[in-house]
């Protein structure tokens, strides 16, 4: 039945386990890191923050190091604080360390999220700190910027407030993305993007709740049916 078919590409959608989208392909994704470090931690956490944190670090590397992966994806929001004039010396250099004990083991594919924009804007992102990590090739910023690897190709979409222009950004891949899949029939499509991703089940939800825009799987899997997985932020 239709509503068959739409949950089963629904699911498909959901997936975040691009490792099975080719025989050869490999990708980590995570989501809002926060990077703070050499700053304050953040109220109500724990005194181990910055410990917790770099162990979680850690772990992506070991888990690279097991499975032999060598490419992670960020879905927004690298780091925690939007204004430079709070970065000191020392934050910028401890988040350097952080970030380059990542980089030995993965290539870093990125997005900015509303965390890593002065004033959530992509009008700001000249000026932000994650310009400036971008710049110094520790993070490949991959918004409206593809990267193939093979059959694979890899989207990104950084945050924006203004919903409309954002699903006609997503809107301008899917169509890309058909064409793609025209000329090359294995082919799959990855898009990162930072907006909130919540399932279909969620009743009465109140949308004021979140930041910026905001989807359900459904709404993704109808509208957009030839990107394969989403991988989103918050």
């Known amino acids: 039945s239709k509503r068959r078919l739409i949950v089963a590409i629904r699911r498909r959608k959901k997936t975040t386990d691009t490792s099975k989208l080719t025989d050869d392909f490999q990708m980590l994704f995570v989501k809002d890191m926060h990077l703070r470090f050499g700053m304050k931690f953040p109220s109500g956490r724990k005194e181990t923050y910055f410990e917790e944190i770099e162990a979680k670090v850690d772990n992506l590397i070991q888990i690279g190091k097991k499975k032999g992966i060598s490419k992670l994806g960020i879905a927004g929001d690298v780091f925690d604080i939007k204004q430079p004039s709070l970065w000191s010396g020392k934050a910028v250099t401890k988040n350097h360390r952080i970030l380059q004990k990542l980089k030995d083991q993965f290539d870093i594919y990125t997005i900015a999220g509303n965390h890593d924009l002065?004033?959530?804007?992509?009008?700001?992102?000249?000026?932000?700190?994650?310009?400036?990590?971008?710049?110094?090739?520790?993070?490949?910023?991959?918004?409206?910027?593809?990267?193939?690897?093979?059959?694979?190709?890899?989207?990104?979409?950084?945050?924006?407030?203004?919903?409309?222009?954002?699903?006609?950004?997503?809107?301008?891949?899917?169509?890309?993305?058909?064409?793609?899949?025209?000329?090359?029939?294995?082919?799959?499509?990855?898009?990162?993007?930072?907006?909130?991703?919540?399932?279909?089940?969620?009743?009465?939800?109140?949308?004021?709740?979140?930041?910026?825009?905001?989807?359900?799987?459904?709404?993704?899997?109808?509208?957009?049916?030839?990107?394969?997985?989403?991988?989103?932020?918050?």
């Open 118 to 234: 002065i004033g959530s804007a992509r009008s700001n992102k000249k000026e932000s700190m994650y310009s400036h990590f971008t710049e110094s090739k520790l993070l490949i910023d991959i918004h409206l910027k593809p990267q193939k690897f093979d059959n694979v190709y890899l989207y990104g979409i950084d945050f924006n407030s203004d919903i409309a222009m954002l699903k006609r950004e997503i809107k301008a891949i899917d169509t890309e993305a058909k064409k793609i899949k025209a000329d090359n029939p294995l082919a799959k499509i990855i898009l990162m993007f930072h907006e909130h991703l919540y399932p279909n089940n969620l009743k009465d939800l109140n949308e004021k709740k979140f930041i910026g825009s905001s989807f359900n799987y459904s709404y993704l899997a109808i509208n957009y049916k030839n990107i394969d997985v989403f991988n989103a932020g918050h």
